[in-house]
């Protein structure tokens, strides 16, 4: 008896501690999670911010450079050198503007000796087709890393900007979940631009039951990627206190943990299945941005924008929702739904009106098979909407993996009579280069270039070239974010007729724009014209 008596006993006491830890287990597990979660969030916004900065600062290089290579810049002397010191005084971090020959090499600066540099990377396309851009090193070991941005000429000659890695990060850069992260530039598949160690001890960082956090954001207009690494030792110590209190009252949280394991459960399916959700229940909603012919003033039609009405009624903008459909695959049936909506929002409005237009964003993923014609076929072939009036824009938030497949498709969507747009010409990952592979039928022009109207002459030379390309491919053009008078004007002189913004009208749920289509295309007037056109042609 007493044997078996001490073995109950013990299995008793064994079975009491492992309820006992259990608990203590699952909250330190539940803390490792949710600061593995947050300091991945933490490094997601941070990558992104410093992606920000290593654009803005590149732009505005981008711009000084371009701006002495519109002036033809060629010498170091007079005039010119106050051009070249003129342009580092507006991005005062760029480390040299040099005038280089045909091979590439420096022969003179406005500021100092020219610096003997290596190219440590491949040249790349850049925001305008005469500039490239790539990484050179410096120094005996090559151990200082520049941005060389270059300006060529016709004759080979050229201008260059050196902006130095160093000069890509914030002054002052700093997380929220752990100070103790490392961030570098690198060129896509290519070397290491630069980097930055926020605490000493990540040159050797310690093992941890805890793994390490990384973040990567890529540009849509460089060929550079920004990436954070957070040790997973750096995020225990930062929450060690957490941890320590944890362990310490881990069974008066027992409860707790119960609690919290059934609301996480409940929670599982996190915001892919909130959006999964939110698509069945119908809350993606279309909202219609106007196109107007800025020279004769009427309606052409519309670009459909999505937003999500949550079931509180507020509205959430695309950009807190559209990155992760996309990476989720929920972008298929919500495109599917919006086209939809949209078939069914102006159908009747559409059918007696056969001029309007209507547009529909599609993402990269869309192009990488037929099935996305079948199934805008199997949508708009029993509607009053006919194919003539549909127009798919291709954005490029993400590239193209098959340009070949990509270029398929959009030959498939014009036989249906719809026609192809290239959003964001310019500033998207394909570039020009999209326009001579795709076979697109417009181009829309990027606010950043109408944005420069009236503020920037050297960016506008920008959007002059876009409007020639424009008549030279024989493209409609169509100019985003328009807020101006002055930009109307500018570009109705340059002889683009298609324009859309604020300046007209936001985006606009369905009941507005139907409003806005009867105020400015009512069928009085559209019959009254019919009937002047039949008079004329007979």
């Known amino acids: 008896m007493v044997r078996d008596g001490g073995h109950s006993w013990k299995k008793a006491l064994i079975g009491g501690l492992a309820i006992a830890l259990i608990p203590v287990l699952g909250l330190n597990v539940l803390l490792a999670v949710n600061f593995v979660t947050a300091s991945q969030r933490d490094a997601d916004g941070t990558a992104s911010e410093v992606l920000a900065f290593v654009e803005e600062r590149l732009d505005n290089a981008s711009a000084a450079l371009i701006a002495l290579g519109l002036k033809g810049v060629s010498t170091c002397a007079g005039n010119e050198a106050a051009a070249i010191q003129a342009a580092w005084r507006r991005a005062p971090y760029i480390s040299e503007i040099a005038v280089v020959d045909a091979a590439g090499a420096a022969t003179c600066t406005g500021l100092g000796t020219p610096r003997v540099v290596r190219r440590a990377s491949a040249e790349h396309g850049a925001v305008s087709p005469e500039l490239t851009l790539t990484t050179v090193a410096a120094g005996d070991n090559g151990g200082q890393r520049f941005i060389r941005l270059q300006w060529r000429y016709a004759g080979g000659d050229g201008l260059r900007a050196l902006v130095p890695g160093d000069q890509l990060f914030p002054k002052f850069l700093r997380g929220g979940g752990s100070a103790a992260f490392a961030v570098q530039v690198v060129m896509l598949g290519g070397p290491l631009v630069a980097r930055r160690l926020l605490d000493p001890t990540l040159t050797d960082p310690q093992p941890s039951v805890i793994p390490s956090v990384h973040a990567a954001a890529a540009s849509s207009r460089y060929p550079l990627r920004v990436d954070i690494d957070v040790p997973g030792g750096a995020i225990s110590r930062a929450n060690q206190g957490l941890f320590l209190y944890a362990n310490l009252s881990g069974l008066l949280f027992a409860a707790l943990t119960v609690a919290g394991a059934v609301l996480l459960s409940r929670r599982s399916g996190g915001p892919v299945r909130e959006i999964s959700d939110g698509i069945r229940r119908g809350e993606f909603i279309p909202y219609y941005q106007p196109v107007i012919d800025i020279v004769t003033g009427r309606l052409t039609g519309c670009e459909v924008l999505i937003r ?85 824009e291709v954005t490029e938030r993400q590239p193209l993996q098959d340009i070949r497949r990509a270029r398929q498709v959009i030959a498939r969507l014009q036989e249906l009579g719809a026609r192809v747009a290239l959003d964001d010409v310019g500033t998207g990952h394909g570039g020009l280069s999209y326009l001579l592979k795709l076979g697109v039928d417009v181009m829309k022009m990027d606010k950043m270039f109408v944005d420069a109207i009236g503020t920037d002459r050297y960016s506008v030379a920008i959007v002059d070239s876009l409007v020639k390309l424009a008549e030279d491919m024989n493209l409609d053009l169509i100019a985003e974010g328009v807020e101006t008078i002055e930009q109307v004007e500018y570009l109705r002189a340059k002889g683009v007729r298609l324009a859309q913004g604020y300046v007209f009208a936001p985006p606009l749920p369905g009941s507005s724009f139907l409003a806005l289509v009867e105020a400015m295309a009512p069928l009085a007037r559209m019959e009254t014209e019919d009937n002047v056109k039949r008079l004329a042609s007979a």
């Open 308 to 392: 999500w009405r949550k079931r509180d009624g507020r509205i959430i903008p695309p950009g807190r929702f559209i990155s992760l459909a996309e990476a989720s695959g929920e972008i298929f049936p919500m495109t599917l739904a919006l086209m939809e909506t949209a078939r069914d929002d102006l159908a009747a409005f559409y059918r007696d009106r056969p001029h309007l237009k209507l547009g529909f964003n599609l993402f990269a993923g869309h192009f990488d098979d037929v099935a996305i014609v079948d199934d805008v076929e199997a949508i708009f072939s029993g509607s009053p909407i006919r194919m003539g009036q549909l127009m798919f």
